[in-house]
């Protein structure tokens, strides 16, 4: 079974996932800006992954706007953000992302990544700068807020092997 695996990342964390899963499915690996969907359909499972940014997956429309052509393929699409793994981020980003029918022809997971500002593209820093002066005047934050606050001075990584795996099962079953 020929499996690709594709990936979104503008500071990482989706593409170490990607190297890792590529690497236990023994599958091909791609940047996003790589392939085509014609790439795309030379495969029999495909696994697209991308950052979120304000909820959205980074590059998943590659995989969504296409769907009729790489009908009958197993699909997983993995998003990777710094909130913590929890059902109700899982429940946010999915159904921000996907449609019910879309639901039908891919599986998503969400595996957590990390925050790392000095990595952000130069247009990502001003609005990220706000959030954090905004994070700064909260008298009172919950402890994901204060994670993230701590996060801009010093980069926080949550990847971790073990959270590949249900989708690397997936794939192979
Ligand atoms: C502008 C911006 C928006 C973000 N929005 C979210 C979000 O909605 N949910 C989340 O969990 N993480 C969010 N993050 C954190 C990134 O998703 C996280 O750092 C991710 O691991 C980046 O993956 P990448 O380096 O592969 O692009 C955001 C980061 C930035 C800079």
């Known amino acids: 079974m020929k499996t690709i695996v594709v990936y979104k990342s503008k500071t990482g964390f989706a593409r170490k996932y990607a190297e890792w899963i590529a690497y236990e499915l023994g599958a091909d690996l791609f940047d996003a800006s790589e392939v085509s969907v014609a790439t ?3 495969y029999d499972s495909i ?3 991308g ?3 304000a909820v959205g997956i980074n590059g998943v429309g590659l995989i969504t706007k296409n769907l009729d052509r790489l009908a ?5 699409i993995f998003g990777t953000g710094a909130s913590t793994a929890s059902d109700k981020v899982f429940t946010e980003v999915r159904d921000k992302n996907f ?3 879309q639901l039908e022809k891919i599986r998503f997971f969400y595996l957590r990544g990390g925050f790392d500002f000095t990595r952000l593209p130069w247009y990502l820093k001003p609005p990220m700068a706000i959030m954090r002066w905004g994070l700064k005047q909260k008298k009172e934050r919950t402890a994901e807020e204060q994670g993230l606050l701590d996060s ?3 980069p926080v ?3 971790s092997k073990e959270n590949i795996e ?6 192979r079953s």
């Not at 009958?72 to 997983?76: C, T």
């Not at 249900?166 to 794939?171: C, F, K, P």
Request: no cysteine.
């Open 47 to 49: 696994v697209y992954g």
């Open 157 to 159: 990584d949550f990847t």
């Open 51 to 53: 950052g979120l940014y």
């Open 166 to 171: 249900e989708l690397v099962a997936y794939i």
């Open 72 to 76: 009958g393929k197993r699909i997983a």
């Open 152 to 154: 801009f001075d010093a």
């Open 40 to 42: 795309l359909a030379e």
């Open 99 to 101: 449609t019910p029918a």
